[in-house]
Every structure is written in structure tokens, then in C-alpha cells.
């Protein structure tokens, strides 16, 4: 299973990069491949000050060795090896009428005296938009349902409630965005052998694509000034706030010493804070705020 999630994410990789840059028009994706110290490594994607993408990352990582002491507590393991691989996507356009998109998928495998002991898939995809626009929130929800529901008609409201609560910014008490989807430790049972969790793993790679690229045709000729920009600018800064405060992963990724510019790739390229900042009364901007207020049925 590794070995096919490894060539999966790959091939996603190539097609997600390829696509985003014919959507462009003018940048390209700059390779950066990195080797890990401990063992592994990985393919690090960056396309930065483009016609839509003003910084995008498209990550693959394959790392493994002997699990690191912060996941040995967690997973109640001692003396474990493991190998864990991955892609991140996190794209931050130019034009505030685009959302940003954040999206994830994983696998990991634990040994114990080079026996496989567990395994299991992981990830998730959510929005993260500056101005509201119903019918595209609509849209990424329901590319996010009816690709759950071809396995499990639960999946979708289990995975949203796990999105909604996981994108908090607790400390503002409000919503990083409008949600998606957020799964883990998805391991093989009676309904689920380890190769229909792939086959749903493939499926949500192919949902990266069909939810989020849709709406970024529909508004990269959106016409925007330099209110749009600030107030797009001050609402990354929360991206940002929840990143370094929140993220399991960033923050996982710190802890154990991980590669800081692969870490770091989720960072938006320009940023405010602008101390006690409140949109007017009855703006596209206030309606963004009330709408972060608590999760949203959108479909």
C-alpha cells in the first residue's frame, strides 16, 4: 500500500501542478527535492507571484525512521519505526474574490520488530474565502458530499463536523473559513478494507480538483481595489494566527525539527494586523464575519 499511495501522490502532484499553471498563465512551479537527515525526503512545489496564484506550495514528503518521541506518547508505542507520506496543497491567489484553499492527504504506517503493527489514511480540504459567494460554497460542499457518499452516507456530516471543529481559531472564537472536510485514522474494518480507504483517498484527490478549480476560473477576472486587497490582507493574517497557533501538523512539524521551508510553504506572501480593525455596518466584509461566527450547513 505504501508503495502505490507513494506513485499516487506523485502522479496528483504532477496533474495539480500542471493544472494550476495553465490556469496561471505566467508562472511556473519552481522543484525544490529535499532529503531528510533521519531518512526520507521530498519534492517541494512553489509557484510564487503569478497572474492568479500570488504564492502556492504543492508539497509530497516520504519520510520514516525511528518514531520520534512526541508521536511514541501519543500512540502509546516504544521502540517503533515508521514511514508516513503525504501531499499538501495550500494556494493563496492574487484576486480577493478567490478563496484560499488548503487540502491534505496522508498514510502512515507504524512497525514494531519490523512486523507492520498499524496503518491508516488521513487528510481533508477546506475554504477559506474573503468575500462570500453562496453558490461557490455550495458548490465545494456538494463536490465534498457526493464524493463521500458513494462510500458511507454518514462520511460527509462526520467529516464537516470534524472540519468545522478542527478550523477554529479559538482565541477569536470564530471559523478560519467556511470548512470542508477533515479525516484521520482511517483504518480497514468490516465496511472498509485498506483498499476501498484508497480508492476514497484517490477520490478526494480528484475532489481537490473538480471543487476547488471550478471557482477559481469562475472569478480570477473578478475586478477588486485596494479595500478588497486590505481586507484580504487582514483576514490572512487569522490564516496565519491559526497556522501558528492551532496546526497540528506545523506545529508537530516544529517540534521534531522538521524542514521550516516546507513547514512554512503555508504561509500567505503579504500580511496585516491592523490593531482592532472592524468592517463597516452591513458590508460584503461584515457579512464574511458573521458568516465565520459558526458552521453553516451549505448543502
Known sequence: MKNAFSKYIDSLQKNLTLTLEDIDGLEKFKKDS?????????????????????????NVSKVYGKLPDSMSTMLKATNSDFYACGISIVLHPKNPMIPTFHANLRYFELYE????????FGGGLDLTPYYIFEK??????TKCKNSCDKYDSSFYTSYKNKCDEYFWNSHRNEARGVGGLFFDYCRENNEMSI??????????GQCILDSYIP???KRKEETYNSLNLNWQQIRRGRYVEFNLLHDKGTLFGLK????????????????KWIYDFKPEKQSDEEKLVKILESPKNWV
Do not use: Q
Not at 113 to 120: A, G, S, T, Y
Not at 136 to 141: Q, R
Not at 195 to 204: E, L, P, R, Y
Open 34 to 58: 529535499w532529503l531528510r537527515e533521519a531518512g526520507g525526503g521530498g519534492l517541494t512545489m512553489i509557484i510564487e507571484n503569478g497572474n492568479v496564484f500570488e504564492k502556492g506550495g504543492v
Open 113 to 120: 520488530n519490523e512486523k507492520l503493527r498499524d496503518r491508516w
Open 136 to 141: 461557490d460554497i455550495i458548490h465545494f460542499h
Open 195 to 204: 483498499d476501498k480507504w484508497f480508492s476514497f483517498i484517490k477520490d478526494m
Open 215 to 217: 471557482i477559481v476560473e
Open 256 to 271: 521534531t525539527k522538521g524542514r521550516i521551508e516546507s513547514i512554512f510553504m503555508s504561509m500567505p506572501p503579504k500580511v
